[in-house]
Structures are given as C-alpha cells and as structure tokens.
C-alpha cells in the first residue's frame, strides 16, 4: 500500500478532469480526493503499488479527454487508515 500527493498543472480546471480523475480512482481500488487549488489540480491518491502506479499514469496522460497536462509534482505520504473512498472536494 502507497499514498502520494499528487500536484497537477496545465488546463486541468473546467475541463471535466476531476471526474474523470474519480472515475480513474474507482477503476483502480484507489481511495482519497481530487480538488481545484489556485492554477492546478491537488490529488491525495492511496492504494496499491501497481494499481496507484496505473492510475497516476492515467492521470499525468491527462484524466479528461479535453485536459492538457503541463508538469506534475509528486511526493510521497504516510498511509492513512481512515481512507475509504474517492472523493470530489
């Protein structure tokens, strides 16, 4: 099991990428949240290795069909028992 926090830039905002990032999270058993913050998207993702490694993949390649993604910084957390679901802040 992992946890990263996940900053993404670019058009991220108004473009349907949170939803598609939830979707992604459901496909891929992660838990968290997905938030608009300032010029970029915030992720907080946790799950295991290989299916938060595909699912953090699938959302630097852009989680929306109308999003471009920029850059992206990643950093590593402490697993967080308390999670358990995806949410939308």
Do not use: W
Not at 8 to 19: A, D, I, L, W
Request: net charge negative; proline share 1%; glycine share 6%.
């Amino acid at each position: 099991m992992e946890r990263k926090h996940v900053k993404v830039f670019g058009t991220v905002q108004g473009v349907g990428f949170r939803f598609y990032t939830q979707r992604l999270a459901f496909k891929y058993n992660i838990v968290g949240t997905v938030q608009n913050v300032s010029d970029y998207v915030d992720i907080y993702a946790q799950g295991k290795e290989d299916d938060l490694n595909q699912f953090l993949n699938s959302v630097i390649e852009g989680a929306s069909p109308a999003s471009q993604v920029t850059h992206h910084e990643i950093d590593d957390l402490e697993i967080d028992s308390s999670l358990n679901d995806f949410r939308t802040i």
